[in-house]
């Protein structure tokens, strides 16, 4: 058994400040489960949801699960969730917490070494959420419970836990927001608010794809992040193009003004215009009248291809219809994700590597990725090898960059562990490339390109 791999989120419970129960919570039009669940992929390949309502959860990747203690609050949804894991140790949430961090459930792994549970401890307060917790607890949860007891702090306590003390825990989230629950109407207000903003541009779209898991395929609509461009002008001249989330836009460009060392004070900026709808801020520095150039800044973390690529290198045919076997896809992502030693100690590292059809060809890693996959296109460059029936595999999320970049090389498939963005697959539709995302575990994601997946459908009918 692996040692970590399943997230375990508890959910149910009518909210008495809400007014219903906090498992159909919505942001905007999203189900926040459906959020978290997103979230919750980036680190972790099995999801298992603790409730008592199943069918809210039909068509969700996530496994469900029922309590068999009950009376005993949280300690009866870790128990039910040990017992359905996969992994030595389950990681813990609740359906009612918008927060996640990847890096902070890396750290945690990291310090874990043979003890019962890892949480965090503020004072003399220990948060049971966002943490840890090793499948040996399980009959101990049950003497627990059955000697009458039921508070999960006086159960950790009879244990050797790693605790992760107030300063560590706020360099990964500052405001302690990672543990906030979603209590009050004016909460969810807020969060609508940060994924739908008013002005109507919105950070996640729904696209049709074709899911393959345990040797089937089925159509879904699925939601996938927007790519939003904001043309940033400086004293009348065009300074840069920030690729970005279209949420908190004034905070990014007085922290990219101030980055970049063109202020050093707010009021340094003088006048800030904002066009949401058409991706452009008009910025105004005082006793900077001279702004030469224009620089291309994207803040996904890479470079912004300036417009489409003029010419495109791939060759529709050259990697044929029905040429890529589902399971080669699945068991090169399996050896791909534990290559590069680097990310299995820090964690700080993208990886890339080229494929045939049939076989892996070579394995990058570097702190950026599209250096990563510069580095993968230039050693195939050197070494004569042809680009053009090859199949690229990447650890990071797939952006419109990373797709153009791939069209450049004459790459045609681009398969990823994360999610990619809308903005990708309309960019994959005009260059008919293959966009496979989430591949974890049994199960991938074709969002384009699915002719080129041997033994798979039709694409479901986008829903407009």
Excluded at 2 to 10: E, S
């Amino acid at each position: 058994m692996k040692r970590f791999g399943t997230a375990v989120l508890l959910a149910g419970g009518q909210s008495s400040r809400m007014g219903f129960d906090k498992q159909t919570l919505c942001v905007g039009d999203m189900r926040l489960t459906d959020l978290i669940f997103r979230q919750l992929t980036e680190v972790f390949e099995d999801i298992v949801v603790v409730t008592g309502r199943p069918e809210l959860y039909a068509g969700r990747p996530v496994r469900v699960v029922s309590d068999r203690l009950y009376g005993v609050g949280p300690l009866a949804g870790i128990h039910a969730g040990l017992q359905a894991s996969e992994s030595e140790y389950i990681y813990l949430m609740a359906c009612d917490m918008p927060s996640f961090s990847a890096a902070f459930a890396r750290y945690m792994m990291g310090r874990l070494k043979n003890e019962k549970a890892c949480v965090s401890r503020f004072g003399e307060w220990i948060e049971p959420f966002h943490g840890f917790y090793h499948r040996s607890l399980i009959s101990e949860i049950e003497g627990f419970v059955e000697s009458g007891r039921r508070n999960i702090f006086k159960f950790l306590e009879q244990f050797e836990v790693c605790y992760i003390e107030e300063a560590t825990t706020r360099s990964f989230s500052s405001d302690w927001s990672l543990f906030d629950n979603l209590n009050t109407p004016e909460q969810l207000e807020r969060l609508s608010e940060q994924y739908f903003p008013k002005d109507g541009v919105h950070l996640k779209k729904t696209t049709p794809m074709l899911r393959f898991e345990d040797g089937h395929w089925e159509a879904y609509q699925d939601e996938v992040v927007s790519e939003y461009t904001l043309h940033l002008h400086v004293n009348g001249t065009s300074w840069a193009k920030l690729l970005c989330s279209p949420v908190a836009l004034k905070e990014l460009v007085y922290g990219f003004l101030y980055s970049e060392r063109l202020i050093d004070h707010p009021n340094d900026l003088t006048e800030l215009g904002m066009d949401v709808k058409n991706g452009e801020a008009f910025a105004k520095i005082a006793g900077f009248d001279e702004v030469k150039g224009t620089r291309t800044i994207a803040t996904s973390g890479a470079r912004l291809y300036q417009g489409q690529p003029s010419i495109s290198r791939i060759e529709p045919e050259a990697l044929a219809s029905g040429s890529i076997a589902p399971d080669f896809v699945l068991n090169t992502m399996r050896a791909f994700t534990t290559s590069s030693e680097v990310f299995m100690t820090t964690g700080g590292v993208h990886a890339c590597s080229l494929a045939s059809s049939t076989q892996r060809l070579s394995f990058f890693d570097d702190i950026g990725r599209h250096n990563a996959l510069d580095k993968v296109i230039g050693r195939a460059l050197l070494d004569g090898v042809s680009l053009k029936d090859k199949l690229i595999f990447f650890s990071g999320r797939i952006s419109s960059e990373i797709i153009g970049k791939c069209a450049n090389a004459g790459i045609s498939t681009v398969v990823s562990r994360s999610a990619p963005t809308f903005g990708a697959i309309e960019a994959a539709k005009g260059y008919d490339m293959t966009v496979v995302g989430f591949t974890r575990g049994n199960r991938f994601n074709v969002y384009n390109g699915h002719h080129r997946l041997m033994g798979a459908p039709a694409m479901p009918e986008e829903n407009l």
